[in-house]
């Protein structure tokens, strides 16, 4: 959370040239709760205070600024420090930034950039965005095959301090493609006349540069990893996902996820709750909240068409609250656990009817438990003087009891089978498993229940 409070204070430093305090505090700091205590503050004084640090520092307290807060910086005429920190950032979060540029800033901050760092964000920005080959980093080490213990340690020695991470070393052939790679302690307690290619794991995880990245994400979480190495299609090492880019991503899809659940369309907004404007929030949420107002009449309309049978046994109005509740809250559960299945690549559609089947067990008992005490609460609470003549009390808690039971074994199968059938179209199961399917329950309960009514009853 940004702190307004030391805002002020900040300022009040500057403007007193009391840099040496400030230098402390940024020196000292950590780089993301520096950057959540600037974020507020212009341009000009953000990069007044990161010109104070050391430039390493620098990049890191500006990789943690708001992506919005970072573009306005490096748009502005600071050729010299824009090109020192654009130069001093880790590969992936730089790509990131140029991806949110506009192309005339983009191409104006390129030439200022030496070649080879030229080349790698061209390389990293040619990714799809929702890709493993857009977050990975290019910043990692490798070791060839022949290379022995001692050899690759003073090559780690050399290359640590420019690497993001070196727990993991990849081996690789002399065409550059993964073969293996070796942990920094496996290397460590090695001798130093063994090959690198008898001390190396060939059984090693990767993923492809066009892999969605959210799979890539649960293949570091699946096997407890630091980073995932990145291959182009000839199996050539290209870069790492690491294990914090990761979590970033799983959150940002949990996040996502979730929203469509409640029917929240767009793409995750940067920033906290009360930052994003209100606007914003209303555009994401009007189109499923109108579209489901228009469901909404609809099922009123269907309503409407039993309005006799209302009419004539009006205590069937009492209880659709209830139907339409049980409906919602059974189907939103097979729905949520299907989703989740599918999510962790437990369930797929070929096994669509196993999980009918499953589902269908589990309504069954459920619409029993619940259809046995709706009936008893109706027959032994409600007054026999709103049923008109020749119906008897007991038909009508008959009535209700099965509707309710034949609801939920409906909502129950429909919500575990609704996020398959989305897989297979190739369409979010989040984006159906939301108040949408609610709504459709909703109107597939009203027509069970008064076809119920119609049967039983003859009404």
Sequence with gaps: MKNPILVPELRDLLSKDKYEIIKNFIEEGHPKEIAEYIALMDPDEIWKILNMAHVSQRAKIFSYLDMDVQVEMVSGERKKTTTELLTEMSPDDRADLFHHLDKHVADRLLVLLPLADRRDILNLTSYKEETAGAIMTTDFSTLNENDTVEQS???VRKDAPSKETIYYIYVTDNQGKLIGFVSLRKLIMSRPEMRIGDVMKKDVKFTYTNEDRETAARKIEQYDLLALPVVDESVKLVGIVTYDDAMDI??????????????????????????VHALTHFKKRAFWVIVLGLFGIL????????????????????????LNAAGGNTGSQSAT????????SELSFRDIF????????????????????VFMRV???????????????????????????LQVVWSTVFGAVIPLIAQKLRVDPAIVSSPLLTTFVDMGGILIYFGVAKAILGI
């Excluded at 099922?299 to 209830?322: C, D, H, K, N, Q």
């Excluded at 656990?337 to 962790?344: P, Q």
């Excluded at 196993?354 to 459920?366: G, P, Q």
């Design 354 to 373: 196993k999980v009918i089947r499953k589902e269908f067990i589990i309504s069954a008992f459920l619409s029993v438990c619940l259809g046995f005490i």
């Design 250 to 275: 799983l959150k940002e899809e949990q996040t996502e996820d979730l929203e469509k659940l409640m029917a929240i369309s767009g793409g995750v907004e940067s920033g906290t709750y009360l930052e």
């Design 379 to 405: 027959y032994f609470f409600s007054s026999s003087g709103g049923v008109p003549e020749g119906i008897s009390l007991t038909s009508v808690s008959l009535v209700i009891s099965v509707s309710l039971a």
């Design 153 to 155: 340690i003073s090559k």
């Design 337 to 344: 656990v299907v989703m989740r299945s599918l999510t962790l």
């Design 299 to 322: 099922t009123g309309v269907i309503i409407e068409s039993f309005r006799s049978t209302l009419e004539s046994l009006l205590i069937l109005a009492f209880y659709m609250p209830l």
